[in-house]
């Protein structure tokens, strides 16, 4: 019993798996064509040629070798067509289209050229405004893609899905409209649902004419990133406090050096401080009394100062002890 | 007779190669103004570092050549477009970053945390700037290359200018530098407008010890806290922080000597020179760059007024003794020491004791990060 059952399930896991797995080749899609194709797409021979995308709508791969290429489909009821129609040769890689990828077929009746250049072209006399994808039983039509006479001599505009594979729309009064035309930009290879907004410039020019908006935004932004800094170099002084409020093992903790240092701030002048510091910093440096230099409080002739130097302002870089 | 012929066809020829035969005025004018900038660093003692090296690019920059021999900073393949190449991509600034980042003493900052807030402030000048050149016609992304002149940050104003507005980076670079070289000429009479005699002679309190693990961690949560919210200042900040980890770190001596030494001396040459040299007459002599000046200057003219506006409105809600000198609201702009350096001037004008420096230093490197965080700002909103 149980063997059965687990029979029955394995058969529908197996059936539901290659239905997952099968390739929809109606998913196919012919997308956006271009004929009169002057200083656009080349192909690998450097030539500008007629051009036509193919697009895998599906969420699978799709391989479309063996399905046929025309713009003459006389003999599609019985299939006696497929001598004439391209067929899209087996064996080449790149004719496996990933899912929702496009290919584009060069569309310059030079088949030899290689698996991309189909045998008929639309530039020539008395052909036909339309392309169709037939499947490789040579009956089916997959899809078929007429264009306008325009089409011929349209330099600026391809023809296509204004998005990818979507034949109809529905408009403002719920009726299904046509969603193919002239698009804006020639998108071979890639998608036709361009969409060129404008650049963050040109947006914020609109929206905010007079800049009042950003400069808000802006200085609210740099108050936030140095009020954070704030707060946490307030945290390290927390932190700091916590430590100089201990007095080391032994000290003894005395504030009565803070008046003297005041007074003496007083009493003196800038220059003469300098010097006692100098002096003092010779003296604890244990620093030779007969120097190489001349150390002064004079102010140089020259027009200068020592803050102008830059590397005198900051401090030296800290040795390890 | 040949031979005559050939010599006069010759020399004749060659006339048409050199510079006499191919100056224009625009050429000789820059010429004098590269002239000037050089007479100012040497005389003046202005900003030398810089520029010397720009005023000497202005003059390589407009010596007039014929097309095609490819020596122009504009022509492919030209060593001076090589080397311009890290102006135009902003290589050199962030390493100019790195270098000041290795130099930078953050102690006055975080002995003193409430400094940082007139680095914000000042940063007004940047965006203040930005609304007068959009009234002006400039596209928002000109204006905000101009209002960040106000950052009076050469390596930023450079790194923002090379993304949002390439071909006015010539005139940006110069404005900033030269108003930054002109510091001491600009705020002072700004900061005297803007403030009592009372308020000229408050004493600060002497910043405290800042322990060496403050000074290792500063970089790091700097870096963590304004990167993540301004990712677009990543390559400025980034290096700036980096730059200061190597210093405050004490075990990379070696790195950090390299990045504040041979290293910023290096690309300051690069910087200065290619920069200069971008500044050809047929680029640079336009009414465009005549008023990238002139809002380069509202926009240090605004940046002071508001650090000084902003310390003094800070003082209300200040405790007695505790209340901030105005006189260093100035260098809230981050061109350091220079503007920390007019703050220490100009107080001790008013009281020969009243040492400001140090104190001044913390909005100057305050303003410095703001700067950075203002472009990030500037490019994640045009760029």
């Known amino acids: 019993m149980n063997k059965k059952r687990l029979g029955l399930i394995s058969f529908f896991v197996l059936l539901f798996s290659m239905n997952a797995f099968t390739q929809h080749i109606s998913d196919l899609r012919l997308n956006e064509m271009l004929i009169n194709n002057v200083d656009n797409y080349i192909d690998e021979y450097g030539r500008h040629v007629p051009w036509i995308e193919i697009f895998n709508s599906a969420y699978n791969n799709i391989d479309v070798a063996e399905c046929y290429l025309t713009n003459d489909t006389t003999g599609l009821a019985d299939g006696s067509g497929i001598k004439n129609w391209y067929r899209i040769p087996k064996g080449d890689p790149k004719t496996l289209l990933s899912q929702r990828s496009f290919v584009v077929f060069y569309m310059d009746n030079a088949p030899l050229y290689g698996t991309f250049h189909v045998n008929f072209d639309p530039c020539e006399e008395g052909s036909s405004n339309y392309v169709a994808l037939i499947s490789s039983n040579g009956r089916t039509l997959i899809d078929i893609f007429e264009f306008p006479e325009q089409l011929r001599t349209s330099t600026e505009h391809s023809y296509g899905y204004f998005d990818d594979g979507i034949k109809g729309v529905e408009d403002a009064n719920g009726n299904t409209v046509s969603n193919k035309g002239f698009l804006d930009y020639f998108t071979p290879g890639s998608t036709n649902s361009v969409f060129m907004g404008l650049t963050k410039s040109e947006k914020v020019a609109q929206e905010d004419p007079y800049g009042l908006g950003l400069a808000f935004i802006s200085m609210s932004v740099v108050f936030i990133a140095l009020i954070l800094i704030y707060l946490m170099l307030k945290l390290f002084a927390r932190m700091n406090r916590g430590k100089a409020a201990k007095p080391a093992h032994g000290e003894v903790k005395t504030d009565a050096v803070v008046p003297k240092t005041k007074v003496i701030a007083e009493e003196f002048t800038g220059e003469e401080l300098a010097a006692i510091t100098m002096a003092l910093h010779l003296h604890v440096s244990g620093q030779h009394d007969e120097e190489s230099e001349v150390i002064t409080i004079e102010t140089p002739s020259a027009h200068y100062s020592p803050w102008s130097q830059k590397q005198l302002t900051f401090k030296q870089s800290p040795y390890k002890k | ?383």
């Open chain 2, 1 to 383: 007779m040949n031979f005559i012929q050939f010599f006069t066809e010759g020399i004749t020829q060659f006339f048409t190669y050199t510079g006499f035969a191919n100056a224009s005025w625009g050429n000789l004018v820059m010429i004098v103004i590269g002239l000037a900038f050089i007479a100012m660093a040497i005389i003046k003692d202005y900003e030398p570092l810089l520029l010397i090296p720009i005023g000497f690019g202005i003059i390589l920059g407009n010596i007039p050549f014929v097309d095609g021999l490819q020596i122009g900073v504009y022509e492919d393949g030209s060593v001076l477009n090589y080397l311009y190449f890290g102006v135009l991509k902003g290589v050199y600034p962030p390493l100019i970053f790195l270098g000041i980042g290795a130099m930078t003493d953050f102690s006055a900052l975080i002995s003193n945390p409430k400094l940082i807030l007139i680095g914000a402030a000042a940063q007004f000048g940047i965006f203040g700037a930005y609304i007068i050149a959009l009234l002006l016609d400039f596209t928002p992304q000109e204006a905000g290359a101009i209002g960040i002149i106000g950052g009076a940050d050469g390596p930023t104003a450079i790194f923002l200018s090379s993304k949002l507005a390439p071909s006015m980076m010539g005139a940006i670079a110069i404005s900033a530098y030269s108003y930054m070289a002109l510091v001491p000429v600009i705020q002072p009479p700004i900061m005297r407008l803007l403030t009592t005699s009372k308020e000229r002679v408050i004493k600060m309190r002497p910043p405290r010890v800042v322990t060496h693990r403050e000074k290792v961690l500063f970089p790091l949560l700097c870096i963590l806290l304004t990167a993540f919210l301004v990712p677009s200042g990543l390559p400025l900040l980034g290096m700036l922080f980096f730059g200061n980890l190597l210093k405050e770190s004490s075990v990379t001596k070696r790195l950090a000597n390299t990045a504040s030494g041979p290293m910023i001396d290096v690309v300051t040459i690069l910087i200065g020179l290619t920069v200069g040299c971008s500044t050809q007459a047929s680029t640079f002599l336009k009414v465009e760059s005549l008023m990238i000046f002139g809002l380069g200057a509202a926009s240090f003219v605004l940046a002071t007024a508001a650090g000084v506006s902003f310390v003094k409105i800070f003082n209300l809600f200040l405790k007695e003794g505790n209340k901030i000198n105005p006189l260093i609201g100035n260098a809230g702009v981050s061109a350091v020491p220079d503007s920390a350096r007019v703050s220490q001037v100009e107080g001790l004008k008013y009281n020969k004791t009243n040492y400001l420096l140090m104190h001044a230093m913390g909005p100057n490197v305050a303003g410095v990060i703001g700067s950075a965080v203002a472009a990030g700002i500037l490019l994640s909103f045009l760029y």
